[in-house]
């Protein structure tokens, strides 16, 4: 069999184990996800805990078990058109959903298992030295996972720490302008094009 260039399935969970989960890939999913972008709205920052939170929308007929017959699964309704999913054991931060979008959940990207996103440890080859012990890793698809090329609601970002990504982004959601691909803080009133 020709070496794989993509995973038949990836897996996930919070961080009591309580909530696990398998994303497949059958022939006609999408490799690698591209829907998949960061977001520094304060309702993204405040469920994540993160200040970049980043997720990837997949198809939910591909994740299994569904999350929602898990009783450990719990969703927070935090707007008029959307809720975000969370372990009810420990709280660990999962997904979110549009209503109007039931065929696909954003599943917030940290929480897709260590083996995954970095590669097996490969302890056979470890060693030891000054720094302490560096484990080579095996495999891993966190590139692919992971490289978002969107960036929304840049009007909250932190200069000179959350401003500088790669790819497009918007001021706040990407129905409410023009995207750009500089540095939010080099733009001065009366730049712009438009009036
Ligand atoms: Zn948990
Ligand atoms: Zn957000």
């Not at 996800?33 to 198809?59: E, Y």
């Not at 707007?79 to 065929?103: I, M, W």
């Not at 992971?146 to 932190?158: D, F, K, Q, V």
Request: aromatic letters at 10%.
């Amino acid at each position: 069999m020709a070496p794989s260039s993509r995973p038949e399935s990836i897996t996930g969970g919070c961080l009591c184990g309580a909530v696990k989960f398998t994303i497949n890939f059958p022939e006609d999913a999408e490799w690698p996800p591209s829907l998949n972008g960061t977001c520094q709205c304060t309702m993204c920052r405040k469920h994540t805990g993160s200040i970049l939170p980043q997720n990837c929308a997949f198809p939910t007929a591909n994740i299994s078990p569904p999350l929602k017959e898990n009783p450990a699964y719990k969703i927070y309704k935090s707007s008029s058109f959307a809720y975000r999913g969370f372990c009810s054991t420990c709280g660990s931060s999962l997904t979110f959903n549009y209503d109007k979008e039931p065929e696909h959940t954003e599943i917030n990207l940290g929480i897709i298992d260590e083996d995954v996103l970095c590669g097996k440890r490969n302890e056979a080859s470890a060693w030891d030295d000054e720094y302490g012990h560096h484990v080579p890793r095996i495999g891993g698809w966190g590139k692919d996972i992971c490289s978002a090329g969107e960036h929304i609601y840049l009007e909250n970002s932190i200069p000179g720490v959350t401003d500088d990504l790669p790819g497009k982004k918007w001021l706040a959601d990407r129905t409410d302008g023009e995207s750009f691909t500089g540095k939010l803080f080099d733009f001065k009133k009366g730049d712009s094009k438009g009036s």
